[in-house]
């Protein structure tokens, strides 16, 4: 639906001004990298290195073949107790004024609680066990802003004004997976495991700019002779429900050296649903002006279905694991994908990660480990959108306590496990910028998109506990 009242002649000079806060789009689908938190207290201690050697209910997610074998029953939880991110991008937006080139640095420091798993895993069979998992590989929401005012005197027209304008974009987006997997040892080298997973992706966006300028009277009291005003506003809700599936593999394939494979399926949406709200004012009236008002109202509601919007990823990793010690290395490949469809445009990318953890005791275990989290986005699209590949380490403990349900017997016993993990990454890349051109005669001012080079800080602290049963 698009409405326009009154029937005027839009103001070309506030369209400039209005069409600014396009590229000022947060497009939140760019705002992070898929897999920021880790899902398990394993994969945290080892950087998420485990697809060769986890054994425990982290497997449900990063391999589901290390759920064979397993002896115990499992429920554990896992989060990050806060994770900070400090994001600036220097010189996001330049506007270009008689007076001078001004810029504005867009800067935000967030600081989110973010629950990242739930598990439960149950043994069928000495060899057979089954799992269940809620996972959240990505979770992000930021706010930006931007402003400036000034008295600035124009060439063409011969006109002074004073200028203000304003910006601002807040972006959430959210990802959830929920479903079973299954882990099968076959022999005692070798396991095999599968996963299926309902899929559900949230992104909102609010985006406002308004540009105003007016020329103040002689004796700076009462009402502005002449002024032109232009506002925009825009609000996108989008959702998509769809399914994926992994097949993994663990092969110990000489005594304590491990090999592990994962391949992961593409995420098709069965459905998606893309809810566009946008409004549009421009005005202007005075002595200089001629008397006109313009606006704009459109809504929008797009659904598709069976569309592939992650394509398939491939982990390959290597580990060598004794009862008290574990060491790994591994690698995946996301191959490139576009979907015009669905806005999808990515690149191929290669992350790594190399991880260990050891018992120092009894009860306590430490462990650490590097990792790169590579960005899959092509391109940065309007400011506030960011393409930043990521580097870094954790270190981290955990400890346990075990009770027998019946005296002098072990086989009803329960453990206690905890782990605290560090995580911190530096990110460089780049960031939509934008400088604007405002302009006051009947020409269309000028917008120029560009990108800015940027340095990106994450820090958590992960939390894990379970409750294993024999």
Sequence with gaps: MIVSSPKSRRVPAAVALVSIAILFASRS??????????LSSDAALMAGAVTAITHDGGAVYYNPAGLGGLDRKEISLSGNAFMLRIRRTPDAYTTVLPSGTKTA???TLDI????????LTRNITRKVTFGFGVFVPQFDTFSVTSSYSSRETFDAPAITVDYAHRAEAIGKFQTYLVGPAVGWQIIRSFRLGFSLYAVYHVADDFNQFWAEGHTPL????GSPESQKLAFYESKSESTFFGMTATAGIQWEFVRRFHLGAVLKAPVIAFYSLTKLNTAETSAQAGMLFEPAVDFTHDERRVTRKLQMVMPLDAVLGFGYKTDDWGISAEADYHPAMDNAAMAVRRTHVVNARLGASGAISDHFALGGGLFTDRSYARETRGVASCKVHFYGATFGVSWNSSYALLRNSRSDALLFATSLVA???IG????GSVTFIPSFDKTVGRQIPGSADVIHHELSLHVGTGVYFW
Excluded: C, K, T
């Design 423 to 425: 995580r911190y990454a």
């Design 112 to 119: 989110l609680p973010i629950p990242s798993s739930m598990v």
């Design 105 to 107: 640095d867009l800067d």
């Design 218 to 221: 002689a004796d700076g009291a």
């Design 428 to 431: 460089h890349g780049e960031a």
């Design 29 to 38: 689908a760019q705002a992070g990298n898929y897999e920021s938190n880790f």
